[in-house]
Nanobody, 126 residues
Framework: QVQLVESGGGSVQAGGSLRLSCSVS????????MAWFRQTPGKEREAVAG???????YYTDSAKDRFTISQENGKNNVYLVMNSLKPEDAAMYYC????????????????????WGKGTLVTISQ
């Protein structure tokens, strides 16, 4: 069983930065894809960024150039550094994992992820 625990959320002013962390424990896949998703009330959960076993990273257009996903100690810790935050970045942010790779859009599919954390809330003030 895999457990994912997010932390680092909070309230920040627009233009500010946050670093989200995802602590991963339990079974380790030899090949994996870790990703960050976010969701606001009434909207579907959407992908933000992904990273695979080899460190290849993937971003949505809205995250590219502002957000950075990284991993430490294999994938025991996965981070999302968010800069130049905008009001529309406010959401519950979730860490997720799937076995295998991220390529071919697999990293961005909610239904492709096998394990999820409970989320960490990010609020943006004007």
């Amino acid at each position: 069983q895999v457990q994912l625990v997010e932390s680092g959320g909070g309230s920040v002013q627009a233009g500010g930065s946050l670093r989200l962390s995802c602590s991963v424990s339990g079974y380790t896949y030899s090949r994996y894809c870790m990703a960050w998703f976010r969701q606001t009330p009434g909207k579907e959960r959407e992908a933000v960024a992904g990273i695979n076993t080899d460190g290849w990273t993937y971003y949505t257009d809205s995250a590219k150039d502002r957000f950075t996903i990284s991993q430490e100690n294999g994938k025991n810790n996965v981070y999302l550094v968010m800069n130049s935050l905008k009001p529309e970045d406010a959401a519950m942010y979730y860490c997720a994992e799937r076995a295998g790779g991220c390529a071919g859009g697999r990293w961005s599919r909610v239904d492709g992820m096998a394990y999820w954390g409970k989320g960490t809330l990010v609020t943006i003030s004007q």
